[in-house]
């Protein structure tokens, strides 16, 4: 197997957190269930057969993707391939810095996924067929960033108070009050939410809520012996009760459920 990853220079590393490219991973399993965990993405597939999205209930294909498409933030559960046997580039963007890159305002974007041509026109399809002609990995990153630069630079602009309160949440989602996020940047809060929602993609109690159950996610995975209550506290959940719904929500699972059934991929659970 392949994986490879790559962090972008600068201006790019403002806005992009890494690239990310793999191919040769064979898992048993060929449906798996990704968990909301606040990062909105663009994907090159260059096989040339479609990847589907499924039904969370019955697996069955819903949608289709072709060659390049984009992700946004997600709120609740989605049902997509394992990678089994696939050939991959993601841009992954920085928590609530993806806004410069789309012709669209990210709720727009908000719990779905759409073939870059709709959004782009060909464009990432032609960095595609480039890429597809080189065989070094740390050449289709370079393409990659010289493409992004050429196309998005003048549209770099980092907006302050997006910025601040995607940081806040990030940093302290178990203790965070985002009425006072709201007063120390000085907006009213219904244009803080209105701002938030057009540049990241949901409202920020929305996004705090996904950030919180990430939190509890990594509590999970890091700790040997697992005690609900403690971690239903240590991520700023009101009792276990709202941390079992809450995680039930994001996951479809209970905690429990989700510790029997995950593997070493984080946010990537085998359903079928």
Known sequence: MILETHIPRYPLDQFVDHFIYYEGYNPAHTIDRFLPDG????????HDGPQYIYDNETLKEIQACHHVWASGVRTG???IPSGKQAAMFVIS???GMAYPFFPVPMNEMSDRVVDADLLWGRNFAHLREHMLEINEVALKFVAAENFLLKHFQNRFSLNPAVEFAVAEIMQSPDQ???GRVSERIGYSQKHFISMFKQQVGTT???YLK???FQKAVAEIEERRDVNWTDISLDCGFYDQAHFIHDFKFFSGFTPEEYVRRKNDMLNYVPVG
Do not use: G, Q, V
């Not at 990062?39 to 260059?46: G, K, L, M, P, Q």
């Open 176 to 178: 965070l009050n985002l």
């Open 210 to 212: 996904i950030i919180r």
């Open 77 to 79: 559960f989605i049902s």
């Open 204 to 206: 920020p109690k929305a």
């Open 39 to 46: 990062n909105t993405e663009i994907i090159f597939d260059f």
């Open 93 to 95: 963007f920085k928590k």
